[in-house]
């Protein structure tokens, strides 16, 4: 016989939805549990890190729309990027700015122990020592001497290095033709980079001299950028920030070389193991392998191009007024000899590794947001018999 009134159940239902404390039905039913799939209610600790997920999705799902969204913006206003356009090589150069002006600055603490060691090994044992004695004797703001030079001295180099770096790699390939070109790659990356980084080194010798003198002299000797460039041309004149000029070339060549020719090859090796090609890819994929090939390729260029580093460092700070290049690179040399010039070294490879990975990153990413391909990893000319 049917019972007069409603069931437990039948109230559940019906007033679940309005109690105040009450969950509706549709989000308590759950599918049918497997005999393998254990009780979910026995470890709670299992649903917070679900949600955590979700939400981590969610996010990730939003910022990719909203990044859409941007891009797309940029490139109606820009117009359409025809490669090695005008317009593309000004991208280049923009995002080679925002690439070397970002990160250097970022890494000023970490270059402002690496200066202060190599003129004297004995001044800090260690990082984290060196930091401590700096922000109580300076505060704060003392960690980060010399922030501003290393802005406007690596944003002007970064555009004229990746801006250059394009515009050369294209300018030789097309004076030695599409085979030649790809048939010595390496040699043409060696060849664009090192003639881009000649150019971008004159921007940023003046900015490299300031900052070198703020970041070595205790208290700086300048309150900033502008002060120290009046500072220096008072005393010794234009010249005086231009003295740094042929170690800098020394230092910097080198290490673009090593920068662009095995991030270019490090990229195409990865890529060639990786299933697929290049174009299977997405964009998180794709910049993900160049802070890879960056970071890597930053390590070399480190090994290579530290003795040049550790010598403009003292000659900027020690170069006497009226004293020729030579003499000074030979006082200096007698001074701390063939170890010394080594002074730093475990502390720029974190450094420079960071840093050059960082680069490629928010670079390759920029292009990305122009709508510009990612650079490295290019697949050989089609129909073409190369050797």
């Known amino acids: ?152 001295g690596y944003s002007a180099q970064g555009a004229f290095k990746y801006g250059g770096y394009e515009f050369f790699k294209k300018f030789y390939a097309d004076l030695v033709g599409e085979e030649t070109a790809y048939k010595y790659k390496t040699s043409l990356y060696l060849t664009a980079s090192a003639t881009a980084e000649f150019i971008a080194d004159v921007a940023l010798c003046p900015f490299e001299a300031v900052k070198v003198r703020m970041q070595t002299t205790i208290p700086p000797f300048a309150s900033g950028t502008f002060d120290g460039i009046n500072k220096i041309t008072s005393k010794e004149g234009r010249g005086g920030l231009y003295k740094g000029l042929y170690p800098l070339w020394g230092r910097q060549i080198p290490y673009t070389m090593m920068k662009f020719a095995s991030f270019e090859t490090i990229v195409e090796m990865i890529y060639a193991r990786l299933p697929g090609t290049k174009a299977d890819y997405g964009k998180g994929a794709q910049t993900a392998v160049s802070f890879t090939g960056g970071y890597l390729a930053g390590i070399l260029c480190a090994i290579v191009s530290h003795p040049a580093d550790v010598m403009v460092s003292k000659l900027n700070a020690n170069r006497q007024p009226g004293e020729a290049f030579g003499a000074a690179m030979g006082r200096i040399y007698k001074d701390i000899g063939f170890a010394g010039l080594w002074n730093g070294l475990p502390v720029r490879i974190v450094m420079i590794g960071t840093l050059t990975g960082l680069q490629w990153m928010i670079y390759d990413y920029f292009k990305i947001f122009m709508g510009l391909p990612t650079t490295g990893g290019a697949a050989p000319p089609p129909n073409k018999n190369v050797a």
């Open 1 to 152: 016989m049917p019972l007069l009134f409603p069931t437990q159940g039948t109230l559940s239902e019906v007033f679940s939805s309005s109690h105040p404390f009450g969950t509706p039905k549709s989000e308590i039913v759950q599918p049918p549990r497997t005999k393998h799939q254990a009780r979910s209610e026995l470890y709670p600790a299992w649903s917070v890190v679900d949600d955590a997920k979700a939400k981590t999705v969610q996010l990730s799902d939003a910022a990719a729309q909203e990044f859409e969204k941007a891009s797309s913006k940029a490139q109606a206003k820009a117009g359409k990027i025809e490669l090695y356009s005008a317009k593309y090589y000004a991208a280049c150069t923009f995002g080679g700015l925002l690439a070397c002006g970002l990160t250097h600055t970022a890494v000023t603490p970490l270059d402002l122990v690496k200066c202060r060691r190599q003129v004297d090994s004995k001044m800090y044992k260690g990082n984290f020592e060196a930091w401590g004695k700096i922000g109580r004797a300076e505060g704060f703001r003392g960690i980060y001497t010399g922030w501003g030079p290393t802005f406007f």
